[in-house]
Structures are given as C-alpha cells and as structure tokens.
C-alpha cells in the first residue's frame, strides 16, 4: 500500500508526448503523457523468484499510510454487533475446483490481485506479474512489474481485471512518485503485447491504494487520497484500440467524513455492462465517531464523465444510507487481528470497504455487493465482516439496502473480505481468518438468493490453512480480489496466508450450489447458445432455473441496448430469434434472464 493522489491542481506534463489541459470548476482532463505498445509478454524472459525487488520496507511502508486522528467518542458504541451471524451457516459445499499458490513477491504485503478470462488467471503482486492456465500451471512469467512499461520503475500496488466485454486484459502500478500507469492488452491473450499509458497526476502527490473498475465509458480509479479527495476516469473506448490521445478526467469527492484512511470503491460491471454515458456509482462508508461524522452509513456517489466536453463531467452524492450500527474503532497502531503464539496483531485495513464493489445488473434494479471489517465483540475486540446487498431501483434510480450482516459465526477473527455475486444471484464471500488458535489462513462462505436475508447460509470451507505468525510487523494483506469466470457462476479468490510464518498468496476457485451437493443441479449448468443464421440471431437456451417470464436482450460492447424481448420458457428452455439485419460485423453481447437469474454471452455477427 502506497500512496496514490489525484490532487485538485494543474496537471504536469512531463514529456513531448501531446497532451491538453481543460479546468473547469473541480474538473481536469489531461491526454496521457506517454503511450507505447510493449513485446508481448511471452518474448520476455521470466525472472527467478531472486530477482524479485525486496521491499521490506517497513518502517517506509507504514510511514506513507496516513494514521487516523482520534474519534471524538462522544457516541457510545455497540457492545456487540446488533446484526452479527454467530452461528456457521448448515449448507454444504464443495471444495475449491482450482487451489494452487501463487506468487509471493518478496515484499510486505505482497498485495495480491487477480482475474479469470475464458482460459487463463493473471495475478500480479508487489513486484511481479504471472499468468497461469485456470489449473495453476505457467504460461507466462513471472515478470517484474515494471516488464510492460520500458524505463519505469517497480513500485507495485498493482491492480489486474479482465474486461470481458472487449475480450482485454488490464494491468496498472504507479511509477514513483507522480505516474500511474496502465496496461491493455492489444488482443485476448494476457501473454501477448499490451497498449501502455502514461498519466500524470498532481506534482508531489503519490498514489495509495488504487482501486480500479471496468465501466462502459471508462476504466475508473479512486485512491486513498488524502485532502483534497480526487477520483478519476480512464478513457476506454480510446484505450482498448491503442489510441495514443486516450485521457484522463479527474473530479473531487464531496467531501465526507472519514477516519483518514479513505478510498471510495466504483461500481465494477459483472453480467452485462451498463449502456455508454450511465454514470458510474462510487462507495464508501461512514462510522458516528469519525471526526464530523453523525450517522453510521453508506455513502453512493455518481461520476458522469463527458467525454467530448470533459469539463461538463460531474460528481455528485446522491444517496446517504443508514445501515445497522458498526463499531470501527480500530486502534491507531493498526494492532488488531490476533495470531497464535505471539502478541504481534495484523491490520483490519480499517475505515475501506475492501475491493470490490461488484455491479450488477438485473431485470427491474441493479445491484452492488459491498463489505468491510468491524468489530463484533466491544470486550474481546473480535473482528468480522459486515457486508450488504444495495439495489438502485431502475424506474426511480433509487438506492437502497436491501440486505445487511455481519459474519462472524465462532471466537475467530475475519477480515480482508471480497465479495462477489454469480448469475444466480448467489453471494460469495471470500477471507482470511485468524486468532490465537488459527494461523492467517483463507476461508469462504456464501448464501443463495433464496436464503434469509443477512445470512451466509453455507458452512465455512478452508481454501488453505496457514501455519505460523508474522512477527514483528502488522501489515498484512492490504489487498484481497474475487473475480468472476467469464461462465457466470464460478468464483475466483486471490489473498495472502502465511506458511511458516512468511507471507504466501493463493488462488482459488469454487461455487455456490443451488441444490444440495449430489442432487441435480440444473440451474448450475444454464446452457445458452447464440448464432447467426442470415440475417437473424437464435438464441436458445435450455437448464433455465425457472419457467418464469425471461427477457432476452441483445447490447453492443459499449452496453448499448440493440434490442430486446420477453419470452415464457417452457420445461426450462426457449428459443427465439432476434432481426440483425443492417447491423455492423463487431462482437455483441446476449443477455437471457429475469429478476432471480442472468446468463450473458457473446456473440460475433458478420
């Protein structure tokens, strides 16, 4: 965890690379300052785990990491968390499918990230990259960071997702003190070459704990920022062709309160990407003993980017939502999860919802995913995680939670939570877990949209068991990443245990069944098939999990609605057809579902 800042003056340009400047009130734009297009990956030689840069820098690390001013105490906190889950959820699930570890990257925290295309998992850590086949074999690396962009340096907090409504790959770190840098690739192979960009944020500012989302007009940033509090937009549809006047548009955050550790998370798109100029959410939380805080709550914001007046692009608040009291008084030495055999606690990572906020949407609303730590137990300091469902009602585009816990179902401690929701409507919640008893491990849980609400409904399955304790240093973790498979239903988890007592990151895969394990599943295994017969498109589909009426619906890759219709499935299957004709040779995306399921395909038309 560094520090990333996109600070409210001038942007510098730093080469002679074109770039333009535009202010209008709290809003910059700037071209990218450098743009070349990198070897592809599998010319590179790999490096030898020797080679990794050492940044045990400690005392460097945590000097970056602003510390909390004091909470004004003057609202009693909750003895123990008024909506905790403490007891194992009873459903049974199955073993990760895919379990393997990763990169460690010699460096404290390693900060792992990672993301699933159609037949490779690409993980970067502090300071390497790798990408792997989805059993954990090698196909490329590992690379230094600094591999994609020639002449920068190995800073790390790297950040990967997969778009896969363009079929690309992206990739960033920051680049001493003052650049963020971002990688597309220039075709679907993660092995292959990648479009690389230069942007420039304020003089003297630094980059810290940058997280990323894929949205229709943009590849969005926020960061720990500090004062002012900034947010930023990448310009995608410039970015996934290599254009080299792709730019940048950076906003200020209405300011709210917070407990100086600050990083509002955007709406990542799952499912089907949301039509071009929808604005993208952005999230954060509020406790009532922050310093000018008052109710403990959840903050949505909206980023509208303009891109061919950036200076009419606007960040607005539009929605504050109560949630049921949290207790975040996390000490100020981040000293709070306990491990065996020492008296060296982790840090919680308090006062962030942790990556990501997962988007999705549905037929009638959409929905974001959300969690972050707290403590369950005012007397043992017990943490766990609370998270939410919120929906934003399509017709009024209101927000609002519509389910809310905290899970802690024994006396261990869990936190570096992410959370992720599957085509069924099924939640995922993936962690680590430790205490006095359990090394740092990585567990997860989950619940199907049938369950009770608020509740992790499946029984705690250990993805691995860690061994040892870190000794002499908190930090730990810093970043967690589930993604999910381009199929629909299968997650995928990367985050850091110990083996040994050192610091190692895992990969993993697993789903939520929607019947009991042995029991036929037909709602697993949703089959939909789309091709091009002249000038029309059938779409067929069968294994639907119900025989309620079902919305098909086709977009362009920029989220655009080409057309759509409703259809009454029968014995869980359908077929219709859609009218194509005049319609450009590109890649469209189809969408089969109702308010309880979705599958998302796609489809090339010629």
Sequence with gaps: MNKIILATIGFFVLNNISAQQIKGTKVFYQKCTGFAISKPLSDLPAVSSDDDKDISEKKEVEKRRTIPPSVNNKKAQPALDPIMQNVMGTKLMAGPIANWQAQSGNAFPPDPSGAAGTNHYYQAVNCKHMIYNKIGGTIAGPFNLNSLWAGSTNDGDPVV?????ADRWFMTQFNGADEILVAVST?????????????VPAAGTFPDYPKYSVWADGYYCTANLGTPENVAVFERAKMILGNPSAGMISLTLPNTPNNGFYCPLPGDADGVLPPYGTPCPLFSYEDDTWSGGGVDQLHVFEFKADWITPVNSTLTQVAALPNSPINVNFTLSWN??????TSQKLDAISGVLNFRAQYRRW?????????????????TKQVGIRWYELRQNTGTNVWSIYQQGTYAPDLHSRWMGSIAMDDNGSIALAYAISSSTISPSLNYTGRLATDPLGQMTFTE??????TGAQAGFNRFGDYSQTSMDPDGITFWHT????SGGGARTRVYSFQLPLAPLGINEIAMSTNLFAYQNESSLIIKGNKLPNNEETQVDLFDIMGKQI?????????????????????????YLVRVGNYKFQKVIKVIIN
Excluded: M
Excluded at 161 to 165: A, E, F, I, R, V
Excluded at 495 to 498: F, W
């Design 161 to 165: 997702l997969y778009d896969k409504y």
């Design 187 to 199: 075709t679907s192979n993660p092995a292959g070459a990648y479009y690389t960009y230069t942007f």
């Design 336 to 341: 709070d999860v306990p491990q065996p055999g």
């Design 363 to 379: 037929v009638g609303y959409n929905s974001v995913v959300l969690n972050h730590a707290v403590i369950v137990n005012a007397g």
């Design 461 to 466: 399955t250990v993805a691995i068991a860690g």
């Design 495 to 498: 985050g850091e245990y110990l």
């Design 563 to 587: 057309a759509t219709k409703k259809i009454i499935p029968i014995e869980n299957s359908i077929e219709t057809s859609i009218d194509i004709s005049g319609l450009s040779k590109a890649t």
